[in-house]
């Protein structure tokens, strides 16, 4: 009930198109979905983060789809660049949370000149 | 503004000894949670302090324990270590005005790498 299922594990997408990563959730109480990008030696760095009453949010290349009634959401990162080869984590946590993340498995991205 | 800093960045311990990892938020900013990431288990969340008091925990045994100080600064100590404590711990802060339960937007910390012979 409280995990959330990443995938794929990792991904490799050529110069200029359009990487997607999925997540999937069991818990509907969830109310904060954000995704955090990681480069090699370097904390989580917020990307973008939504809540269930919007269902699609965009920040430049960026755009989180949220499909309550599948309990998925995805991030979509578009003109893929090699700069954006990190490792990509979505996240859910509860109201009443106190912060809580309870994070996904993680998506290794490679994106190929 | 500076972002949230911790130390050390690297630590070797062995087996039985203990730890105390620090962390600064970032200016102004009340709340610290503290996560363990390794590549087995992912990142886990282990507590939340905000104004001095822990909010959160998350299922870590008893070794694992934490504190916040009236500067917001948190340290972090895990006794009698065992070999599986080798992780990645990151720190996250994050500005919050009142003590309501809901999930503010956290900023972490580059992590202390925690190795455990």
């Known amino acids: 009930q409280q995990q959330v299922k990443q995938s794929p594990q990792s991904l490799i997408v050529q110069k200029g198109g359009i990487s997607i990563i999925n997540c999937a959730y069991e818990n509907t109480a969830f109310d904060y979905f954000p995704w955090y990008q990681q480069f090699p030696g370097k904390g989580p760095a917020l990307l973008i983060a939504i809540r269930p009453d919007v269902s699609e949010k965009k920040e430049g290349r960026f755009t989180i789809s949220f499909n309550k009634s599948a309990k998925q959401f995805s991030l979509h990162i578009m003109d893929s660049q090699p700069g954006d080869s990190a490792t990509y984590f979505c996240?859910?946590?509860?109201?009443?949370?106190?912060?809580?993340?309870?994070f996904g498995a993680g998506t290794r991205l490679a994106v190929h000149p | 503004k500076a972002g949230v800093t911790q130390t050390p960045r690297y630590l070797i311990k062995t087996r039985g000894q203990q730890v105390t990892l620090s962390c600064s938020p970032i200016?102004?900013?009340?709340?610290v949670s503290w996560y363990q990431q390794t590549p087995g288990q992912g990142l886990q969340f282990l507590f939340e302090?905000?104004?001095?008091?822990?909010?959160n925990k998350g299922n870590f045994p008893g070794r694992f324990s934490g504190r916040q100080f009236s500067n917001s600064r948190s340290e972090m100590n895990v006794s009698t270590l065992e070999l599986g404590d080798s992780a990645l711990y990151l720190c996250a802060s994050s500005y919050r005005l009142a003590a309501n339960p809901s999930t503010d937007t956290q900023y972490f910390g580059p992590g202390t790498r925690l190795t455990v012979l």
């Open positions: 302090y905000f104004s001095e008091t822990q909010r």
């Open positions: 996240a859910a946590s509860l109201p009443g949370g106190y912060n809580k993340l309870i």
């Open positions: 200016s102004g900013h009340r709340s």
